[in-house]
């Protein structure tokens, strides 16, 4: 049966790549993934699978998950919306965002291939939207062109991840093409709104998309990874008082201060933080690497070269591996370091730091000798020849929501390398989509039988 089923892969490899093509020419950046989802919809039913498709309720992702849903976002608008704990349904509707930052036309996706009975489910999911293409210029091939070049695919998506969420659809049709006969469900399931957020994921939890395990086919080079870290995205905003040179002093006293010059005192306190943390043992999926990463990512401060600044703005991000502590934990560490480190300056006495977030999600772990890793370790094995090898990814995905909201053991396993996503000339192998197909066919009939 097995050999069945990857011969029909492989005699259908033309049909798998230009399907890929086919999605990829569907531009879905975050916010734009209605089309790229009804194409799904139809395919899946096409199919003969049962498919579900729905717009996600906001409302009810806040009230069923208030501490790690998010805003809603989109690639076209920069509506980053700050919040002091946690962001809120109240607070988005109160913005006046929500006209724009919502989830018209963006529906969810679920095709369900119904088992005899009696088996283990399975669930292949993944994200549609995909990060913008800006810089166009930084392209040297049609963002959705899909061109095929020396036996690469290129074009936004194309690791990160349409190649993993197609991957999983030719697995599921190589099985009903190859009439393999299931006993456990196979559930496909193609999320929006990954990207900046997870609400997607968080959506189709609150409907009741579940099975016994999940893949979440993201770029992983068809590695096995068991864990996710967590991440927290920040903005401090820093105050001065605007002086022109003149009027910066008034006799011995400063008068004019720039909120620039009170930056890197509070820049000190986020270092200090990541050099703490990095001193915890680091969870041995990630070997011998710091566990913890702060970002110093953009500034934009004052007005005019020859005043001193009224104010300056730093956001930034954390990265922290599996073990760590809960990412309102590091919430929390964050405005602690920076009350604590600015203490030195009476300054920030009457003008204190205002320490805002932007983003934030959990790390995720499940046991690396879950059977799941085991049968997608002797498929991989079984298809291609390879030995993969079991890790910590080096980035966040729906894979947490999966695990801590879901309860579903998840790995990620997907073709494409995440150093070509989010970035001009996006790519991915030939080869590697094909042997994922075969790898992931393999682990479901395994499991599934
Ligand atoms: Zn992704």
Redesign the pocket.
């Given at each position: 049966m097995e050999e069945k089923i990857l011969y029909k892969i492989e005699e259908r490899e033309k049909e798998l790549v230009e399907l890929l093509r086919k999605v990829i020419r569907i531009p879905s950046l975050t916010g734009e993934e209605g089309e790229a989802q009804e194409f799904l919809a139809s395919y899946l039913k096409n199919l003969g699978m049962g498919v579900s498709i729905w717009e996600p309720d906001i409302e009810e992702i806040f009230n069923t998950f208030p501490e790690v849903a998010q805003y809603p976002s989109h690639w076209e608008h920069d509506l980053i919306l700050p919040y002091d704990t946690l962001p809120s349904y109240e607070e988005l509707v109160k913005t006046g965002n929500i006209k724009l930052l919502n989830y018209k036309n963006r529906p969810n996706v679920v095709g369900i291939l119904k088992g005899k009975g009696g088996g283990r489910s399975l669930l292949l999911t993944?994200?549609i939207d995909n990060v913008t293409v800006e810089p166009k210029s930084d392209w040297a091939h049609d963002p959705f062109g899909a061109e095929v070049i020396d036996g690469k695919i290129y074009g936004r998506g194309a690791s990160?991840?349409k190649g993993g969420l197609i991957a999983s659809l030719s697995a599921i049709q190589s099985l009903i093409e190859a009439d393999v006969p299931l006993t456990g469900d196979v559930i496909f399931a193609s999320a929006v709104n990954?990207?900046h957020s997870g609400n997607g994921t968080l959506s189709m939890i609150c409907k009741g998309t579940t099975a016994d395990v999940a893949i979440v086919a993201?770029?992983s080079e068809n590695q096995i990874f068991v864990a996710t870290p967590g991440d927290v995205y920040w903005q401090l905003t820093v105050e001065g008082i605007p002086r022109s040179p003149g009027a910066r002093w008034e006799g011995k006293e400063m008068v004019g201060i720039s909120a620039i010059e009170k930056l890197p005192l509070a820049i000190q306190s986020l270092l200090k933080l990541e050099e703490e943390q990095n001193k915890m043992k680091p969870d041995p999926l990630y070997g011998t690497k710091n566990p913890f990463s702060c970002v110093i990512g953009e500034v934009s401060g004052g007005t005019y070269t020859t005043v001193t600044a009224n104010q300056c703005v730093l956001r930034g991000c954390m990265y922290f591996a599996h073990g760590l502590g809960s990412v309102n934990k590091i919430m929390d560490q964050i405005k602690e370091y920076i009350l604590k480190g600015t203490q030195s300056d009476s300054w920030f006495e009457q003008h204190p730091v205002k320490t805002a977030f932007l983003h934030h999600r959990n790390s995720s772990k499940i046991n690396k000798d879950h059977p799941v890793v085991e049968i997608v370790y002797d498929s991989t094995k079984a298809s291609s020849g390879k030995y993969p090898s079991v890790l910590g990814s080096p980035?966040c995905?729906d894979m947490d929501m999966l695990v801590n909201q879901g309860k579903i053991p998840t790995i990620i396993y997907g073709p494409g390398t995440i150093a070509h996503?989010h970035k001009a000339n996006e790519l991915i192998s030939i080869d590697e989509y094909i042997s994922c197909v075969k790898a992931l066919a393999l682990s479901i009939y395994r499991w599934c039988k």
């Amino acid at each position: 049966m097995e050999e069945k089923i990857l011969y029909k892969i492989e005699e259908r490899e033309k049909e798998l790549v230009e399907l890929l093509r086919k999605v990829i020419r569907i531009p879905s950046l975050t916010g734009e993934e209605g089309e790229a989802q009804e194409f799904l919809a139809s395919y899946l039913k096409n199919l003969g699978m049962g498919v579900s498709i729905w717009e996600p309720d906001i409302e009810e992702i806040f009230n069923t998950f208030p501490e790690v849903a998010q805003y809603p976002s989109h690639w076209e608008h920069d509506l980053i919306l700050p919040y002091d704990t946690l962001p809120s349904y109240e607070e988005l509707v109160k913005t006046g965002n929500i006209k724009l930052l919502n989830y018209k036309n963006r529906p969810n996706v679920v095709g369900i291939l119904k088992g005899k009975g009696g088996g283990r489910s399975l669930l292949l999911t993944g994200h549609i939207d995909n990060v913008t293409v800006e810089p166009k210029s930084d392209w040297a091939h049609d963002p959705f062109g899909a061109e095929v070049i020396d036996g690469k695919i290129y074009g936004r998506g194309a690791s990160d991840m349409k190649g993993g969420l197609i991957a999983s659809l030719s697995a599921i049709q190589s099985l009903i093409e190859a009439d393999v006969p299931l006993t456990g469900d196979v559930i496909f399931a193609s999320a929006v709104n990954e990207e900046h957020s997870g609400n997607g994921t968080l959506s189709m939890i609150c409907k009741g998309t579940t099975a016994d395990v999940a893949i979440v086919a993201e770029p992983s080079e068809n590695q096995i990874f068991v864990a996710t870290p967590g991440d927290v995205y920040w903005q401090l905003t820093v105050e001065g008082i605007p002086r022109s040179p003149g009027a910066r002093w008034e006799g011995k006293e400063m008068v004019g201060i720039s909120a620039i010059e009170k930056l890197p005192l509070a820049i000190q306190s986020l270092l200090k933080l990541e050099e703490e943390q990095n001193k915890m043992k680091p969870d041995p999926l990630y070997g011998t690497k710091n566990p913890f990463s702060c970002v110093i990512g953009e500034v934009s401060g004052g007005t005019y070269t020859t005043v001193t600044a009224n104010q300056c703005v730093l956001r930034g991000c954390m990265y922290f591996a599996h073990g760590l502590g809960s990412v309102n934990k590091i919430m929390d560490q964050i405005k602690e370091y920076i009350l604590k480190g600015t203490q030195s300056d009476s300054w920030f006495e009457q003008h204190p730091v205002k320490t805002a977030f932007l983003h934030h999600r959990n790390s995720s772990k499940i046991n690396k000798d879950h059977p799941v890793v085991e049968i997608v370790y002797d498929s991989t094995k079984a298809s291609s020849g390879k030995y993969p090898s079991v890790l910590g990814s080096p980035y966040c995905a729906d894979m947490d929501m999966l695990v801590n909201q879901g309860k579903i053991p998840t790995i990620i396993y997907g073709p494409g390398t995440i150093a070509h996503a989010h970035k001009a000339n996006e790519l991915i192998s030939i080869d590697e989509y094909i042997s994922c197909v075969k790898a992931l066919a393999l682990s479901i009939y395994r499991w599934c039988k």
